[in-house]
């Protein structure tokens, strides 16, 4: 029997993303809501409680909107919204952030898919706290920068159509970006980092860098202590994070933030140098990939009981 799996919010960015990944499995009816009616409550409504699984991808408060109408006690949701993923009755989307994570997601009724910036930060942080590296207490900055399909249909017009757009466009500079409760909470941290964000002047992929200063530690790691830490943990979960071999290298001639495109692969760095006690952590992926998505596809997996990487690429 196939599950009913109806998309929310399918004519946007994510939706139809998740659409496109879906459209040739057998074992999913794809349930749809005719273009005039998507603001119908009523219609949404009948929708989303003959859903199996309802996958919303609305603004924050059409996603509360829409948990709202569900009214029976068996569709389960995957919001990729902001509006649950610090909410404790909500299992938290990030399949590889701890050896139970997966587990957790395949029993949850309520599942919120991570935003696309805190995901490579708690892939790279988490770890080096839960090994004891770097303390939770420990001051630290997130620089990145996501193709401009990040910031939605209004975002996406504004590059395509412009004649000259902007190549580097940082912002969030009043450092209140809707991701840090996300990043702060599920990264363990005590205190919320610096982040600044920012867009590039091409469609999609990301990179999340995290420099580290371990001089300031009570214990300075050395980089391979970092890397073996990342490595252990990831060697331990199911998905696909990746962590790159440890080199002491000035460039590397194909680090991209577009290189994984159309996948829901993640990579991970770790880059030092141990006579400045000084380290820089990236986390490369599809801001539209794993970073939405491709996240929810896997999740969407996860609770159907199937393998994790069924219909992650994209064509």
């Known amino acids: 029997m196939s599950v009913r799996v109806f998309i929310d919010g399918e004519a946007g960015t994510t939706g139809l993303q998740i659409r496109e990944r879906l459209a040739e499995r057998r074992d999913i009816e794809i349930l749809s809501i005719a273009a005039e009616r998507r603001k119908d409550l009523d219609a949404r409504a009948e929708l989303l409680n003959s859903a199996d699984v309802a996958i919303l991808c609305l603004p924050d408060a059409a996603a509360l909107e829409g948990v709202s109408l569900i009214k029976n006690e068996t569709t389960r949701v995957i919001d990729a919204s902001s509006a649950h993923r610090v909410d404790p009755d909500w299992a938290y989307g990030f399949p590889e ?53 990040g910031g939605g249909r209004q ?49 999609q992929g990301m990179m999340t860098f995290v420099p580290l200063q371990l001089g300031q530690l009570r214990t300075v790691p050395k980089g391979k202590d970092l ?83 069924v219909d992650l690429c994209v064509a």
């Open 155 to 203: 975002m996406i017009e504004s590059y395509e159509s412009s004649e000259k757009p902007s190549s580097f466009w940082p912002y969030a500079l009043q450092f209140g970006h809707k991701h840090l409760p996300e990043m702060q909470h599920y990264a363990d941290l005590a205190h919320a980092p610096l982040f600044q964000p920012s867009v590039g002047n091409y469609a």
């Open 227 to 309: 890397h073996a830490a990342l490595a252990d943990h990831f060697a331990s979960v199911n998905g696909d994070v990746e962590v790159a071999p440890f080199e002491s290298v000035n460039a590397i001639e194909d680090l991209s933030p577009e290189m994984f495109n159309g996948t829901n692969h993640m990579r991970l760095h770790v880059f030092a140098n141990d006579d400045m006690a000084q380290a820089m952590l990236v986390a490369i992926y599809d801001n539209l990939g794993k970073g939405a998505s491709g996240a929810a596809v896997q999740n969407l997996n996860i609770m159907m009981g199937l393998s994790e990487n």
């Open 97 to 149: 952030m701890t050896r139970d994570q997966s587990e957790i997601i395949s029993k949850a009724r309520f599942v919120s898919n991570p935003g696309c910036y805190p995901q490579g930060v708690i892939a790279t942080v988490r770890p080096l706290l839960e090994a004891g590296l770097v303390p939770s207490t420990h001051a630290l900055t997130v620089n990145a920068i996501s193709g401009y399909s």
